[in-house]
Every structure is written in structure tokens, then in C-alpha cells.
Nanobody, 114 residues
Framework: QVQLVESGGGLVQPGGSLRLSCVVA????????MAWYRQTPGKERDRVAY???????TYTDSVKGRFTISRDDAKKTLYLQMDNLKPEDTAVYYC????????WGHGTQVTVSS
């Protein structure tokens, strides 16, 4: 099956930056749109960024102007550059394939705190 491995999370102060990566195993990466999601305990998993196979990106309003999603098709890797982080960005971040919602990685923890 499809395997996704997220990395790059950590503890940062408000206003700091992180870059998340997601390596997608298999042969589907270049053929599908990709997305980043985040989830906090007791809350639904929300999509924060989306990128098409043509590298067209969209974002949820709360991260617009602060987060940048990108993809390297040769490396089968999805990225999320996170700048000007806020405490409310604290969550576990997951990458996913919108067409295949049953496939998830283990996520990477992002904690924004002073």
C-alpha cells in the first residue's frame, strides 16, 4: 500500500519557523494532488494546505501568508514551510493524498510555545 513518512516537527517559540517533509513511497506521487492536514486531541483533522500535480497551491485562511506548500516530484517529497508560527498552530501534522483518504502517515508533532 501507499506509505507516507512525515518529519521535521519540533518545539519552537512563537514567531519561529519549521519545514516539514513527507516522503511518499510507491508510484502514485506524481499522479496525484497532495495535502497537509493537522489535528489536535479531541478535534477533527483539518486540511491546511493543498497542492495539485501542476503545483497550484491553496491554503486555509488561518495559515494564508505564513505557510507554503511545495512538492519535488523527482524526490517524491512534499514540503510545508511554516513561518511566523503561533501557539494555535500546535498540532500533529500529517500529509495525505486527497484521492485516497485512508492512507496516512504517523504524523509529526509541532509545538509552538514560549
Amino acid at each position: 500500500q501507499v506509505q507516507l513518512v512525515e518529519s521535521g516537527g519540533g518545539l519552537v517559540q512563537p514567531g519561529g519557523s519549521l519545514r516539514l517533509s513527507c516522503v511518499v513511497a510507491g508510484n502514485i506521487f506524481s499522479l496525484n494532488d497532495m495535502a497537509w492536514y493537522r489535528q489536535t486531541p479531541g478535534k477533527e483533522r483539518d486540511r491546511v494546505a493543498y497542492i495539485t500535480t501542476q503545483h497550484n497551491a491553496t491554503y486555509t485562511d488561518s495559515v494564508k501568508g505564513r505557510f507554503t506548500i511545495s512538492r519535488d516530484d523527482a524526490k517524491k517529497t512534499l514540503y510545508l514551510q511554516m513561518d511566523n508560527l503561533k501557539p494555535e498552530d500546535t498540532a500533529v501534522y500529517y500529509c495525505g493524498v486527497p484521492k485516497y483518504p485512508d492512507f496516512w502517515g504517523h504524523g509529526t508533532q509541532v509545538t509552538v510555545s514560549s
